[in-house]
């Protein structure tokens, strides 16, 4: 059976850091993109950023702005690196799941994930 387990949310400061990580568990594809998702109160889920698995198996590092995303996938484990974080980052984190083949393109669109864990929630004080 699939599971992602996320872990790592908690209580931050203002300005402070959080890594999240999401631990994925009965996975044995070798072509597949995780994702990392977040959903505030009263909001819609909004995807943060998404990383592919290579048919080298090699780790991969994307950034964008406060947020960092980083695998380790021998060790089948997603990081989300969150630095600077604001009064408005607060919401539940998820991470997500895609198969795919190595010749696809993967944006980790949200209907598109197969599988997804439960969530971890940032709370974010001033």
């Known amino acids: 059976e699939v599971q992602l387990v996320e872990s790592g949310g908690g209580l931050v400061q203002t300005g402070g850091s959080l890594r999240l990580s999401c631990a994925l568990s009965g996975f044995t594809f070798d072509a597949f993109s995780v994702g990392w998702f977040r959903q505030a109160p009263g909001k819609e889920r909004e995807r943060i950023l998404c990383?592919?698995?290579?048919?080298?198996?090699g780790d991969q590092i994307i950034r964008n702005g406060q947020f960092t995303v980083s695998s380790d996938f021998a060790m089948n484990t997603v990081y989300l690196q969150m630095n600077n974080l604001k009064p408005e980052d607060p919401a539940v984190y998820y991470c997500?799941?895609?198969?795919?083949?190595?010749?696809?393109?993967?944006?980790?669109?949200?209907?598109?994930?197969?599988?997804w864990g439960k969530g971890t929630l940032v709370t974010v004080s001033s």
């Open positions: 997500a799941a895609q198969v795919r083949d190595f010749s696809d393109y993967s944006e980790c669109v949200d209907m598109d994930m197969d599988y």
């Open positions: 990383i592919s698995s290579s048919p080298d198996g």
